[in-house]
């Protein structure tokens, strides 16, 4: 509706015609007629409506008070149930009690509260000339009077020190969003040549006979739970370790030495977006990825599949020391987990 | 005692002696090596002729005649008893039809026709032997270890509580709620279908069985109140989304409709 045609009540509205462009005209059709409701001309339906509100409240009220004497009275044993009775009798009566009260108010003011339709004319939102005016003339005055035009230079120190008061919030906030901003650090893991592969997390080195075909181990470096910064260490190191018979496997594949006798050793954080990769399907020899189900075939050097990943799996080279004890024969040779802006350089 | 002191000397005392020895012996060597054993080995070899016939007429069609395997279905030589426990009392085979995983089902055999099957494939090579009782106790495993076990090796497939999830073209880890702990025990061993072998060197058997104490323990009713299964925000998000804000609305209609 145009802002030059106010309606008034009872006035004709005006509709814009859709092909001629001049106003078809109509009557403003106003309210509907009152209409009673049964409370207001029925007083055994009001009373009834009365009684309905009041057992509202009263189921309000029973249930707070049965909230507050259950927390009281049942007992906390270190049992399963107990704790669910008590969360249970608190979170019904806590319920309970703020439903009916809503209910019982809503139903009150429905059927039994005034219920006579009014209008509250809406007034112009614009102040009269006046009172504009008059507000000018007080920001003018208040200029004046703190004479910041004429003093330049505690007009400088005002806008400084406003501009510097946010920066002991925002400086820590963005300061700690990386930690440091150091990205070498993502090339590198805790792997190195001769470090034995351990299980994840009980840290037990793993004998390469113990790996059965179609077995897979979660593998971490051994002895990393005892560095320091063990959780970012191992987010990174983690690997899982597969063992699948070397007749599945290409011998003239480009990596085929990183393998020992089909055991097979990759990175466990998936690159597209680093989740745990480690949903693995034996007879199909697939890694599945939880998050968006990137599939890596591990027969093929964890070649991706399917999915939205882009790059296959880093695989960990491995061998066995003289003990028979895996060994990482370095670190991996990419970086691992998804791709980051510095990546390539 | 002089009566038995003169006869010692008696031409037939050497054999008699000779005799009770022999007797002593006997009685000493089936103490040593217990009798029950030599019981079951002959049940064994009953059991192994009913498991062979058992086979031949239910499930060598796949796997061939000599459990050898076939394109139907993989060689059995070596998987062990544990292997034929889990997938026959699950009533997982014999496989009612060619699909992408074997279903759980009613057990199509008894216990005993089970374990004469196992005893049959038991004995075509060695392989992982079904848990005893004590191995799979849950009540003498620690939950809290079992947690952190389940939830690096297990979870990814099995969802953190063991309600399952979906893996690719069909198949699916299936939920642990209501699998016996001899079942959870063998599939660990054994790494039935899409499933890894989780051996005794990577898993010992005291581990496994805090990962079954771990799983019986989320049989109990939550604290918290309705899991709604367990699946995170997939079922929470779809109680939010209808449920609640279905509320939402039906309350805001009735705050707006005018009373009769």
Redesign the interface.
């Known amino acids: 509706m145009s802002s030059k045609q106010t309606p008034a009540q009872g006035a004709g509205v005006g509709v814009r015609g859709r092909d001629s462009g001049t106003l078809e005209r109509f009557e403003n059709p106003g309210l509907h007629p009152h209409?009673p409701?049964?409370?207001d001309i029925n007083a055994s339906a009001a009373k009834r409506a009365e009684r309905q509100a009041v057992t509202l409240f009263a189921i309000s009220a029973l249930a707070s008070v049965g909230a507050v004497v259950g927390y009281f009275m049942i007992p906390l044993d270190q049992t399963?149930?107990s704790?669910?009775l008590s969360?249970?009798t608190l979170?019904v009566g806590l319920g309970l009690g703020m439903l009916g009260f809503g209910l019982a108010a809503?139903h009150w003011a429905?059927?039994l509260m005034s219920?006579v339709e009014r209008i509250d004319e809406r007034h112009d939102q614009r102040g009269s000339d006046e009172t504009r005016a008059e507000a000018v003339q007080l920001l003018k005055d208040g200029a004046a009077d703190s004479g910041i035009a004429r003093r330049p230079l505690l007009k400088g120190a005002v806008v400084g020190a406003l501009a510097l008061a946010p920066l002991p919030f925002i400086v820590p906030l963005v300061g700690n969003l990386g930690g440091d901003w150091d990205v070498s650090k993502l090339r590198h893991t805790a792997w190195r040549k001769g470090r034995r592969l351990a299980?994840?997390?009980?840290d037990t080195p793993?004998?390469a006979a113990?790996?059965?075909?179609?077995?897979?181990?979660?593998v971490m470096p051994e002895g990393l739970s005892e560095e320091e910064h063990y959780l970012e260490e191992k987010a990174k190191a983690v690997v899982v370790l597969?063992r699948v018979d070397p007749r599945e496997l290409d011998e003239n594949a480009e990596h085929a030495d990183w393998a020992y006798d089909g055991i097979l050793a990759f990175s466990k954080i998936c690159t597209h977006v680093g989740c745990?990769v480690?949903?693995?399907?034996?007879?199909?020899h697939?890694l599945?990825c939880?998050c968006h189900?990137s599939?890596f075939d591990v027969t093929d050097g964890a070649k991706v599949v399917?999915g939205p990943a882009k790059r296959p799996l880093p695989q960990l080279p491995i061998a066995v020391d003289d003990e028979g004890y895996l060994v990482a024969q370095g670190d991996f040779d990419e970086p691992v987990g998804p791709s980051f802006w510095e990546r390539l350089k | 005692m002089k009566a038995l002191a003169a006869s010692r000397r008696h031409r037939l005392a050497p054999v008699l002696l000779v005799l009770l020895a022999l007797l002593a012996t006997g009685v000493v060597y089936s103490m040593i090596a217990p009798a029950p054993k030599a019981v079951a080995e002959a049940a064994n070899a009953d059991d192994i002729a009913t498991g062979e016939a058992l086979f031949v007429a239910n499930c060598a069609t796949c796997h061939g005649i000599n459990a050898q395997g076939g394109p139907a279905g993989p060689s059995l030589i070596g998987v062990g008893a544990a292997a034929v426990d889990f997938q026959v009392s699950s009533g997982r085979m014999p496989m009612s039809s060619n699909g992408p995983q074997a279903p759980v089902k009613p057990p199509q055999f008894t216990g005993e026709q089970t374990a004469a099957l196992a005893a049959y494939v038991a004995s075509l090579g060695p392989g992982p032997s079904i848990p005893t009782e004590e191995m799979v106790d849950p009540t003498l495993g620690n939950a809290a270890a079992g947690m952190e076990l389940f939830r690096t090796n297990c979870g990814q497939c099995h969802n953190a509580v063991g309600a399952g999830g979906a893996l690719s073209e069909g198949k699916y880890a299936p939920s642990l709620m209501d699998t016996p702990p001899s079942e959870i025990y063998e599939a660990m061993l054994t790494g039935p279908q899409s499933m890894p072998v989780f051996n005794d060197a990577n898993i010992t058997p005291e581990e496994k069985r805090d990962v079954i104490a771990y799983l019986v323990a989320q049989r109990e009713p939550a604290a918290g109140g309705l899991t709604l299964g367990g699946l995170g925000p997939v079922s929470e998000g779809l109680w939010v989304w209808v449920v609640g804000i279905g509320l939402l609305i039906g309350s805001a209609i009735w705050l707006g409709a005018k009373s009769s």
């Open positions: 209409k409701r049964q409370a399963v149930a704790v669910r969360n249970l979170g809503v429905k059927t219920d299980i994840d997390p009980t793993i004998r113990d790996v059965t075909v179609g077995s897979i181990f979660s597969v745990p480690a949903l693995y399907e034996q007879q199909t697939h599945l939880p189900q599939t399917f």
